[in-house]
């Protein structure tokens, strides 16, 4: 499946290897399912994406100073792009699943119930953001083929009086007012879950296929709100047995899921489980200890390079110096506005495999191929890209993540890594 352009517009500690006991993640644990709509990918997709991605972490960074007081290496250089800025108020398959779908292979979303009485949502499941977002009743046009939020008909609902808006360059806004509701999720109750209802939707949002809105499940350091993101609200309310998450984003239908309060280890081999503890809180940025291909014992320099672990971003984005590198001396490799083609027959050939605690996950050559460029096209889109402004990080996205099970863990700040059963 190939992402669609609504998918795509929408978004130094030591590590070490250790098999956790694994019914301590199994008990009390809900899942739902995820799912995804295919779609055909092009270069002005991915183009569109990567600028989404540039947005989403050029205002996140800026979260972080506002929330944190400290900077955020991500914000030692300048972005590539007009990008969001923070103004005006605060932007700032069993009864134990939550199934996710997947708009093409960036975009994965689940459902969740917002108020009382409840009203569902589909939701973006983003672990490189911390925000829940919605479109507002008052929202029309930009909201069209959406979902939206009537605070005045859920009793639990709260109006916190606080206006957000988000920037985009300097020609867009998103913005709309901050509320309090119960959220639910798989089952749970989030009490008192802050949340923004959107009057106005960035345009390349409103597609009437993508999902209602956007949770974020990465940690409140970087919230646009200041505010505690939906599966913290959970920990705080002392509903979870294990104060953990996994995700599956599978390749094979009906295998995608969240799971609330534990991972699931009958999708995972648990002797290749790898943990890796979180190195900065706010984005799950943890330490990635080599990025090599065909086996060779190169590849990039990673020496003290920071990784985020983040399912709304497709691929494996570094900065173009480390993608130049990477692709130096494959034949017929070639890049367009930091954007990497590989002649289709041999890009199988040049899929990565990255190293994490000590332990090697190669990337499948399916989920490196992105597709043709172009209806007919001999070249195919890579699934390792370049950004400017991102300095020694990595974003580690769908690319690689459809090839493992991912384990969350809020209350270690600890990601896990394990081999996907087939």
Request: aromatic letters at 8%; hydrophobic letters at 35%.
């Amino acid at each position: 499946m190939r992402p669609s352009t609504a998918l795509l517009t929408l978004c130094c500690l030591v590590s070490f290897i250790v098999a956790s006991p694994l019914d301590a993640y199994q008990r009390n644990t809900i899942s739902i399912p995820l799912s995804r709509i295919s779609g055909d990918t092009t270069i002005t997709d991915v183009k569109a994406h990567l600028t989404a991605v540039s947005h989403k972490y050029n205002v996140t960074s800026r979260n972080y100073v506002l929330n944190t007081g400290s900077p955020h290496s991500l914000r030692n250089r300048g972005p590539p792009y007009k990008l969001g800025e923070r103004s005006t108020g605060s932007l700032t398959g069993d009864r134990n699943s939550v199934p996710l779908k997947n708009q093409s292979a960036t975009l994965w979303y689940g459902s969740i119930a917002v108020g009382e009485p409840p009203e569902p949502f589909t939701v973006q499941i983003d672990t490189g953001s911390a925000d829940l977002l919605l479109c507002s009743v008052r929202c029309c046009i930009s909201c069209a083929g959406h979902r939206r939020y009537n605070a005045t008909s859920s009793s639990t609902s709260l109006d916190l009086s606080t206006p957000f808006v988000v920037k985009y360059g300097n020609r867009t806004e998103m913005g709309g007012d901050e509320y309090t509701d119960v959220v639910e999720l798989a089952g749970y109750k989030a009490i008192n879950q802050t949340l923004g209802a959107a009057d106005t939707y960035y345009p390349d949002f409103a597609a009437s296929n993508a999902p209602d809105g956007l949770a974020g499940f990465a940690f409140q350091e970087i919230s646009s709100y200041g505010a505690t993101p939906l599966f913290q609200t959970l920990v705080d309310n002392h509903v979870l047995r294990k104060n953990v998450f996994g995700i599956s984003l599978s390749t094979q239908k009906d295998k995608s899921e969240l799971r609330i309060g534990g991972s699931n280890p009958s999708m995972y081999e648990p002797d290749t489980l790898t943990i890796v503890p979180v190195t900065i809180k706010g984005y799950w940025q943890i330490q990635l200890d080599r990025l090599s291909r065909n086996g060779e014992n190169m590849i990039v320099p990673t020496d003290k390079a920071q990784a985020i672990v983040d399912t709304g971003t497709a691929f494996i984005v570094t900065d173009p110096e480390n993608a130049v590198k990477y692709y130096k001396n494959v034949k017929g490799a070639r890049a367009v506005d930091e954007i990497w083609t590989v002649p289709c027959d041999m890009i199988g050939l040049y899929a990565p495999t990255l190293t994490f605690g000590g332990r090697l996950f190669p990337v499948s050559s399916s989920t490196f191929n992105l597709g043709p460029v172009h209806e007919g096209s001999t070249d195919c889109i890579a699934g390792l890209t370049g950004m400017p402004g991102i300095r020694e990080h990595w974003i580690i996205g769908d690319v690689f993540l459809q090839n493992v099970y991912t384990i969350f863990d809020v209350g270690n700040t600890e990601v896990g890594f394990a081999k996907l059963k087939l």
